[in-house]
């Protein structure tokens, strides 16, 4: 017997709300792998899975092989930190809003490739026409500021807003008349694509953008993004970022592999409808329950004020994280599902909540 | 019908000895994957098996918790750049052979973190203590050489030599009268502790260096490397870089699952000792048939210089590398074993070898 | 005739209040130059002019060879990346405020050595113990926040303001409480220490920081700042970090002879006291005719808000600078005397001042 | 009387052939910078002494304002690594000589602004074709290997050899065929161009390079060195890189009127000649006396190996650098000659080089 093997069929004590990357892969994703494992491949992500992955990704963006080149890295901050530091020169800046995932998550990994963030205010966690603006003036005094060139966006945002085709066009448009590039950071990309809020299909985000990144870690895979660039003067030898960063897998395939899962059908979306359908459902109730949510759930995480007494109450059976400590008796709590979120635990959650207000 | 599924049952029309990486990962790796693909975990490798995985390789090296650290990373790439810049100010300089991995292998990944690397002599793909020492000489003109402070090994070294346990405490001594810090790539140490000429245990890398790390990718895992830190000061607050390098992984368990395996019991060292037997195999008929080796086949790869004529008779049917040019009609040409290698195919390429010579 | 002969006698054709370099040196400096200029010395900071400065700086502060090191270096960028840079490992953050001059004036030189700057709200133009504590607690999410380790304020600091002994006794206890170093810019050292508001003396610069600097461009030199350092593992092969930025100069003398002059006697705090007394004659009139100082005139900067039509007026006859619009028929200007401003120019400019509100 | 006054007078013990940066300036410089000290001048290299100096810079170089952009940066270490990093993308190399300035005298400058320094064999202290193709094709194994995009030469070379024009015409359409950005140091370019074996006009410098610098520490200035450059993508924003590597001084004056006074008449060139006459006068002496010469006296340094007892009497009163002991008796030694070498001082040398063999 493997000696991992006690661990199989060990119930969790407490069920898990604190993040969308708790368990291991979709089914089919491991299926794939032990389907495929024993045949040679290329190796460097030059393998035929990597290719048929491409080609899936493509399909769905709808572009064809000369207009968007692919790249496949293991992480989020891998992601974040090749893809904008292979758009800027060494005095060159990346404006984000404050509250970005690169402002404060990363932990520093921006700067250790040597490039300044220029932080401009969040408006419901997102980047706005006019902060951009006003953020780009005010760095042009030169040559004693970072020269502003790119402009780093996520979606869904770090409080799980969403862009609309609307909102996104208009940072395009604006960063098109400033000479700025457009860098969309998806770790939950998939989740703002099947928002209800969402209006935009993978072709707007092309077209609106010069490099943005399909984050798999979070909806479903063991690991893994997928970069994709628009701007061939990005794209030019891309790949040597990727080797000198440690982010270019011997085995490709292993990336390849779960992204041929997830782009060769609909199931990434699918996979994304679902998280975000089992947020809803917990933030419906806390709405219907008066509570205050401090941003609206238009993804996958729900962020609601929630009186200390409550949150004692839940943290005795599921695991989330306390976001903010508000000093008045309350604190902001994050739930976060994903694909892998069991309704009947939901449901659990929600029972949970109404019986801790009786008991209060 | 999974989209990938054609992809199953397709031959290779060429059998690959190009490197130890063209196969997916050792089938109890993605047995334990599956098996523990629905529990939830602690994310960045706080996770069990990963707390399991360390347990492990410390019975393994005969360490105790408070002995040494150990982190995962996704790539050979990523430990080497990481335990390099760890250890290093800004101004000091790491010291290798010149025919080091990280001299020409790495894509400049090194330098990137800002450290020189000073180069000296190779022995036999090795470091002895004379050529370390001149170069630690020839390198003390303050401050206007960089200033060396660590010195870079690989076991089994490029061109798969191993270091005798005299060697390596050799090299150790010397390191530490000139105040100079020891770190091992063990990007192939599986297959470097299960060569016929290593009289070393786990537990005398452990003493005779600072830093190393075990490779995973090479030797079964689909990916990862396991980076053990004795030295207390580098292994303060380790972890930031490799969150800052994009090399802490959100599942941090995809990697703590196949160290579990792979150190659980004796896997590692197994599947070493099975690359190693592959290789034997093919450099014993090589040498049989009066060729000359570039380097004795001590691990996993054979380096043999052969005449063009027979290079093109075995590319019809395998996949290999050529190393070298020499000019003079042949070519010094490169087979990789590994873990995976099926005997038959070694057999078949020893067949095809004997045929090629009466052919020709 | 040497071809510059001609730039000699130029008048002016506007007196310049833009800055406090805009002139060459101290004449006592430019006269030491061509005393000892045929001396032979030696190279890269050892030479006995050096040696000498550092001595005489040395007893300003009240210190003794062991105490402190001093290092030369030939701008206050140099002086500030390579400070900041010294003290910090790779992923370790330094926390200023957001209007310092190393967020927004260096072209990014601070995270161009790898590091990021955490942003705290400035009060006053300074840092207080209170938005210290905050700033360091909201970036304790390790290993996703980069660590915060430094503490750089600057004194004066941007607006002119001075910290008093109070105010920096607390924000070096806060440092310590909280395992902080604390570093200080001291591009305008002299102007701050010879402020009326001023009730520090060298020595609790010493007591109370890690490392500073004292910037000789801005107070007489040709160029040049001294850094010194407390801290003994920071000061450990510091003259390598100067080497490898380019901040070594080849002919060390150039700095040391400016600095054994500037504090071979008390010129350098004189120097301080004329160019901060300039600036209070300006800053008294605009106050007594009833304008909006935005800051107050603690040393030789004066920021005033002024009607567009006096700011066009003064513009005809002084060089200043347009801080900021306020776009209400106002703009702030700011105002900069220095160690060589003439008298007779600031009673012109005050005479112009008022001539401008009579024709207005 | 100013403190510095005692050294005015003082005798040197020793006379110094160590380097040619023991002086201070050529008296025209202090003259010039006296002269125009009060005249308010232009921040950050904008003044008018540094416009006129480009302007005469570009008028020896034969070029209009169009062709070439002109900044001054304070050292040479400063020159190399902005204009290297400048030219490079992340992933970039740079190919130079073994015993080239960067590789070891710049204490890892230019791997600190991320690049890898590709070392090939020097012939004469010199890059060939040869050998820079070579190492170009051996470093093609993409993306493994850190991409060749610059070639560093330096003239004159670091054992004091100079360039033929045919020599650099070869390595320049070497570059070319290669697709490889040429850059050369010239810390000594005024020692190269006036030595006997020069065949090059400054013309020939900008057309066979993309980049070069002009050293003015080593050749009469207090400091100072100016970058040129051709390549119009390089020079974009070029005053960003100067900023944020400290190497923008406030009072740009000081350069731009020391390059004024070196390229405003021919005293640039002139004070080459003088150098190299008196490093010849010592060679010339030391062949006629039988000793063998480690390199050919080309400009102002002379490597000459002596018994070491000669090397003791010649201590006793002259500085001179001991370049290498070669074990037998001997050692290799350098004398550097310079624009303020006093050819008494030569001829004392050459004396006590007599003297001491007739003492042997």
Not at 233 to 259: C, E
Request: one cysteine or more; charged letters at 20%; glycine letters at 8%.
């Amino acid at each position: 017997m493997p000696v991992s093997e006690f661990y199989a069929g060990e119930p969790p004590l407490k069920y898990s709300f604190m993040d969308d990357y708790s368990e291991g892969a979709h089914p089919q994703i491991l299926d794939s792998l032990l389907r495929n494992n024993r045949t040679q491949q290329t190796s460097y992500g030059k393998d035929d899975f990597c290719e048929q992955a491409r080609k899936s990704i493509r399909q769905h963006l709808g572009c064809s092989e000369s207009e968007v080149s692919i790249h496949f890295v293991p992480s989020g901050t891998s992601a974040n930190l090749i893809s904008i530091s292979s758009c800027l020169r060494p005095f060159e800046a990346v404006i984000a809003v404050d509250s970005g995932h690169i402002v404060s998550k990363e932990a520093g990994a921006i700067e250790a490739t040597g490039h300044k963030i220029i932080q401009v205010p969040a408006v419901n966690g997102k980047m706005t026409p006019e902060t951009l603006e006003k953020g780009f003036r005010q760095n042009q005094f030169a040559p004693h500021m970072a020269k502003p060139r790119l402009v780093y966006i996520s979606n869904a945002s770090e409080i799980g807003t969403v862009y609309t085709k609307s909102e996104l066009c208009q940072i395009s448009e604006t960063c098109r008349k400033l000479g700025l590039l457009l860098f969309m950071d998806g770790a939950r990309i998939g989740a703002a694509l099947s928002s209800h809020k969402n209006d935009m299909a993978w072709r707007d985000i092309v077209d609106f953008t010069d490099i943005f990144w399909i984050g798999g870690t979070k909806l479903g895979a063991l690991l893994g993004e997928a970069i994709v660039i628009k701007n061939t003067q990005i794209a030019q030898d891309f790949i040597y970022h990727l080797k000198q960063h440690g982010a270019l897998l011997a085995k490709g395939r292993v990336i390849g592999i779960q992204f041929l899962e997830l782009f060769g059908s609909n199931l990434f979306l699918e996979l994304g409808s679902h998280a975000n359908a089992m947020a809803l459902r917990i933030s419906t109730l806390l709405t219907e329950l008066g509570f205050m949510l401090s941003a609206e759930t238009e993804t996958n995480q729900v962020f609601v004020k929630l009186p200390l007494a409550l949150v004692d109450h839940l943290q005795s059976r599921f695991h989330f994280y306390i976001w903010e400590e508000t000093g008045d008796g309350h604190a902001v709590v994050r739930f976060v599902t994903s694909w892998a979120t069991e309704a009947m635990q939901v449901d659990k959650l929600n029972a949970y909540i109404k019986q801790g207000l009786v008991l209060m």
